[in-house]
């Protein structure tokens, strides 16, 4: 199969388009004939990329782990799903990627695509989607009527975050870049505040909830626009414990991890027009390395697609 690997640790300059074997899918996986996959500009820089959760090398690489394709075969051990199957799903980090004509995954790790979407739009959803998913519902428990400050709404996770806490009945306030206002009102948002010119925790109090996919300084001051009680989820760092017992507030951190049950949520959501996937750029596999080149500079929001077969 065509495949974009890298052969060594690096940026999108180590990726070029070759051939490979085409996966077997062990017991419990399934093999995937790829139709489109998402890439996180970040990801050439995270360890599990390049090795296992070991640490050993596991070069040449696929990158990419977000997918959208059709079920081609089955392994041992696999009940629920069949060939055929038109799927979507978040591949383990540690693993090969979905860059390439097929991937193998656990069964486990895919749900049947949104009817609505179409494979490009699917494979925008997984990992931003699922994180948003796990924030707001698993980790904060959020629930109608609740106050829930977005970081960066226009951002991957941010674009699901203020579309499910709006769907979950919460009041959204996000902030972005001016230019994005308009865009994540659209999403759901009943308040924006642009971060480059006002400070969000002069102007907020006493919120229910924050979902900080930024970090550092928004992060540091975020604990303080909670009420007492109140929930903090980041992502992009774990929490300062003291400072959240000083606030009298719950701080959590999680890394996202694939999950059958949601995706199937996830899916429902988007064919019953409460989610709708963001794409910001399609490249074709051939150009994959141009499309990793093109996350490192500023962007439309949304994930930048791979289509791998028209
Ligand atoms: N723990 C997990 O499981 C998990 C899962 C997914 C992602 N993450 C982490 O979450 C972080 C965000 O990921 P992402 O894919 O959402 O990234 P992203 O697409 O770059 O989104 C970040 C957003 O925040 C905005 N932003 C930057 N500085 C800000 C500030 N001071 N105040 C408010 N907004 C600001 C950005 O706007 P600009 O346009 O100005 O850049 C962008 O819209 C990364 O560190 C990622 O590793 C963690």
Excluded: C
């Excluded at 055929?84 to 749900?111: H, I, K, Q, T």
């Excluded at 494979?119 to 924030?135: C, S």
């Excluded at 074709?284 to 791979?306: D, Q, V, W």
Aim: glycine share 12%; aromatic share 6%; hydrophobic share 45%.
């Amino acid at each position: 199969m065509k495949a974009l690997r890298a052969h060594r640790r690096g940026g999108p300059d180590q990726l070029v388009l070759e051939d490979a074997p085409i996966p077997v899918p062990a017991a419990g996986e399934v093999l995937v004939e790829v139709h489109a996959a998402a890439i996180t500009p970040a990801e050439l820089g995270w360890d599990l990329s390049w090795q296992t959760r070991d640490g050993a090398d596991r070069t040449p690489v696929i990158p990419s782990h977000e997918v959208s394709g059709v079920i081609t075969e089955v392994g041992t051990g696999v009940a629920g799903v069949a060939a055929g199957d038109e799927v979507y799903g978040l591949v383990d980090f540690d693993r090969n990627g979905a860059a390439a004509e097929f991937v193998a995954m656990p069964a486990s790790a895919l749900a049947v695509k949104p009817v609505k979407a179409t494979h490009v739009e699917a494979a925008a959803l997984p990992l931003a989607a699922l994180t948003a998913w796990q924030a707001l519902v698993d980790q904060a428990g959020l629930h109608g009527g609740e106050q829930v400050l977005v970081h960066g709404g226009a951002g991957g996770v941010g674009v699901y975050g203020v579309q499910l806490a709006r769907a979950l009945g919460a009041h959204v306030i996000a902030t972005d870049l001016p230019q994005n206002e308009a865009f994540v009102r659209d999403l759901g948002a009943a308040e924006f505040l642009d971060y480059t010119t006002e400070r969000f925790d002069e102007r907020l109090s006493g919120l229910d909830v924050v979902l900080d996919a930024v970090g550092g300084e928004t992060l540091a001051r975020s604990y303080g626009v909670l009420r007492p009680g109140g929930r903090l989820i980041t992502l992009a760092a774990p929490p300062d414990q003291a400072v959240a017992d000083r606030h009298r507030v719950r701080a959590l951190f999680f890394v996202v991890r694939p999950d059958h049950d949601e995706l199937g949520r996830i899916a429902a959501a988007v064919d019953e027009g409460s989610l709708r996937p963001i794409v910001s750029e399609v490249f074709p596999l051939a150009e994959g390395r141009a499309a990793f080149e093109h996350g490192r500079g500023p962007r439309r929001p949304g994930k930048i697609i791979l289509r791998v077969r028209p």
